[in-house]
């Protein structure tokens, strides 16, 4: 079995941290994100992954080689020479995707974290007998997205509202698909949308199932929403197994800590931190919603939440550093600075206090 990820462009939103590598391969919970969504695919009999991208493949693929090997996995890219929206990449993926089995192949967004039910819904797939499956996922406040319009009972797609001003429904695309290889037959080789021009007219010919995804799900591509998303996937995996969460007198709530990490005496962590590996976390630090990316150094009784910090960067002793500030890779925050929603691009010192959110060049 096989499946693409739409990689795409140059993941402005999640700046300054793709100043130094390609969005898929920002660390999420330890990890690379686009990791997360390969190990989900492998662990279900995909033998090979299709990655659709516009933007530094050399650089994707150098990094995903060790990940091919360990995995068992086969990762290819298809490369766009102009962007292509999300369902041209199929097109020009078309002879990757297809082969003599017929079988359908996952489609996923590179930037949406879940619980991946791909087993189920592979089941789903086979039990309805469409020509496309998609997954989608529930939220507060559907007037922000594009709604699915669909039968509770079977799952028959009807139609698609985008930001719909009256409540319509409360499911929106989750950006997983599974499709037959016939799916190809509808898509032409230009930039095009898979949800606004593809999707609506294999509803019409009724012809789309929509499964509603159990558990979280996040679009983890801008800051809010990556912290939002760490709490979730935490959470999850409390429930999951638990053993690779971190305890102790000092952990508050869900917390990943690399093993390779070190942490301090009389350090408060928690909840909702993800530290990860060499990173160094000195005596009486208080951590809590935020992510420290490989080699970060806190000093002593620095506080940090709802924040992001970047590869290699370190934050001075006594400093506080809050409300989605972002530190690109290899930032260093003197001591006794305060950071108010500061987005720190890479190599800089800080040595005054960020009194308003801002971008530091």
């Known amino acids: 079995m096989k499946a693409l990820i739409l990689v795409g462009g140059f993941g402005t939103r999640l700046r300054p941290l793709t100043l130094s590598v ?6 999420f919970a330890n990890k690379p994100m686009i990791l997360h969504q390969i190990e989900a695919l492998k662990a279900i009999g995909v033998t090979e992954v299709v990655l659709a991208i516009n933007y530094q493949p050399e650089v994707m693929l150098n990094f995903l080689k060790e990940f091919e090997a360990k995995l068992g996995i086969k990762i290819t890219c298809s490369q ?3 962007p292509l929206g999300t369902a041209g990449p199929l097109a020009l993926a078309r002879d990757k995707l297809v082969d003599k089995s017929g079988e359908p192949f996952f489609v996923l ?6 619980e ?9 797939h086979k039990s309805h007998g469409g020509e496309a499956s998609i997954m989608v996922t529930k939220v507060d406040e559907p007037s922000k997205y594009g709604v699915v319009v669909m039968d509770e009972a079977t799952g028959h797609v009807d139609k698609f509202v985008e930001k719909p001003k009256i409540f319509v429904g409360n499911k929106i695309n989750a950006g997983i698909y599974l499709l037959n290889p016939s799916v190809l037959d509808r898509i032409q080789l230009r930039p095009t949308s898979i949800e606004k021009e593809v ?3 294999i509803a019409a010919d009724k012809k789309l199932f929509a499964m509603v995804l159990p558990g979280f799900w996040m679009d983890i ?4 929403d990556y912290i939002t998303g760490l709490r979730l996937y935490l959470e999850s995996l409390r429930k999951k197994s638990s053993t690779k969460l971190a305890t102790g007198s000092h952990i508050v709530g869900n917390v990943l800590v690399d093993e390779t990490a070190t942490i301090g005496e009389g350090c408060l962590i928690g909840p909702d931190v993800a530290i990860g590996p060499g990173c160094v976390v000195e005596a009486g630090v208080r951590l809590s919603r935020c992510t420290m990316m ?3 150094r806190i000093k002593k009784h620095a506080c940090i939440s709802s924040s992001i910090i970047g590869w290699h960067s370190t934050v001075g002793q006594w400093a506080r550093v809050e409300n989605m500030t972002i530190l690109g890779e290899d930032v260093h ?6 950071s108010n929603g500061g987005v720190v691009l890479p190599h800089k010192e800080i040595k005054s206090s960020i009194l308003k959110p801002e971008i530091v060049m």
């Open 22 to 27: 390609p969005k898929p391969l920002v660390d």
């Open 294 to 296: 490989r080699g970060v």
């Open 80 to 82: 766009e020479t102009e």
């Open 221 to 224: 591509g801008q800051p809010r």
């Open 116 to 124: 991946y039910p791909l087993k189920e819904m592979i089941a789903f």
């Open 109 to 114: 967004n590179s930037d949406v974290i879940s």
């Open 333 to 338: 925050v003197c001591d006794e600075i305060y």
């Open 199 to 201: 999707f609506p007219k």
